[in-house]
């Protein structure tokens, strides 16, 4: 059960059967708000840089590589399997467990009496520069600077980072390429045709292309990383915006899409991400040329190679095969508990308990 400020939280329990598996749909009466950076207060936000600085002194607890923070075992969580948790039907349920449990830290380790913000990203969309978020005080620090691309201000500016780039395990300092051309990706615009997709196996690979894209490829650097982006902390940000356009999704065809996944397990590595244009005339974030043209006209990079490792097996527990089903176990590796996609279904379930303000 989750508490914030002092607030006692009733529920009203139904439940959802679908091919035999009950989703957790126990709805409770008070729930948390999650709310846009740009919202909040300065000592709100000031509250919330201060508790992620605490999550990056605090000793890691779990020996997973390349940690010596509680800031980096969330890292590590999103590197160690990232071939399963990008490109596949688990993508936005994962990242939804993510983001709650980097929540949940902040909250219980951290002293945090907060909720974990989000980047209201259309509103900075074509000028991520400008944005608050990026602001040396009450932000999370500007661009990094050449030829390292090391921030050179904010409160993370010291932060070393033993994860990545990659699956790779060394120090490194928290990097930015900030790209106002990228981040147009993020306009609503974008937002707009995935909320006109019907279907998940539709609109997750629409969420995850240009909203997903503009975020990530806006800033650049470490966020451009898929393995080992959460190594800047703006990355919570941006992941909580997108789980924010997922429920907006859902939210247009109550109840049915509480239980509504579909998707492969194990992504192809070769192929480009999943709903981004194709063809020589496509506009498309990735991969990040000046003019925005993709160039492999056959959804497939050429004479790509599958050489990545992925740091865990490829199996998933609760989903045998290589379809992504409401069992399918999301792996937290001890950072809290893990959970079932049907778990994190509905946010304003007993489990998580929040919603979008």
Not at 150 to 162: A, E, H, L, S
Not at 209 to 232: Q, R, V
Not at 270 to 286: F, L
Request: net charge negative; with cysteine.
């Amino acid at each position: 059960m989750k508490w914030h400020y002092g607030t006692v939280v009733a529920f009203l329990s139904t439940a959802i059967l679908v091919n035999g598996i009950s989703i957790r749909t126990t709805h409770c009466t008070v729930k948390s708000q999650r709310k846009a950076w740009h919202t909040l207060t300065r000592e709100e936000k000031l509250s919330y840089l201060r508790a992620e600085q605490c999550l990056m002194k605090l000793p890691a607890k779990l020996g997973l590589p390349g940690t010596r923070t509680r800031f980096d075992e969330l890292q590590a969580c999103h590197a160690m399997q990232a071939e399963v948790t990008h490109g596949v039907g688990a993508f936005l349920p994962y990242h939804r467990l993510l983001m709650h449990a980097h929540e949940y830290l902040l909250q219980t380790e951290c002293g945090y009496n907060g909720t974990q913000p989000y980047w209201d990203e259309p509103r900075d969309a074509g000028k991520f520069s400008k944005s608050e978020v990026l602001d040396p005080e009450v932000g999370f620090g500007g661009d990094g600077v050449p030829p390292s691309n090391c921030i050179k201000d904010g409160p993370f500016v010291n932060y070393t980072n033993g994860i990545g780039p990659g699956h790779l395990i060394s120090d490194h300092c928290i990097d930015r390429q900030v790209n106002d051309f990228t981040s147009q990706f993020a306009n609503q615009t974008f937002v707009d045709q995935c909320y006109q997709l019907q279907n998940y196996s539709t609109a997750w690979p629409c969420i995850e292309a240009s909203p997903h894209i503009g975020g990530h490829g806006g800033i650049g650097a470490e966020m451009l990383n898929p393995i080992s982006s959460p190594g800047d902390p703006i990355f919570y940000l941006h992941h909580t915006y997108l789980d924010k356009v997922w429920w907006g999704w859902q939210s247009l065809n109550l109840p049915i899409r509480l239980s509504e996944i579909t998707g492969n397990n194990v992504q192809d590595l070769c192929a480009v991400i999943p709903g981004v244009p194709t063809g020589p005339n496509s506009t498309s974030p990735i991969p990040f040329q000046p003019n925005g043209t993709f160039p492999f006209p056959n959804g497939t990079i050429p004479d790509c190679v599958n050489k990545t490792t992925p740091a865990i097996s490829q199996r998933i527990d609760g989903d045998p095969g290589n379809v992504t089903t409401l069992s399918h176990v999301l792996n937290m590796f001890g950072i809290i508990s893990n959970a079932t996609i049907g778990d994190v279904m509905d946010i304003g379930n007993r489990f998580l308990c929040y919603e979008y303000v």
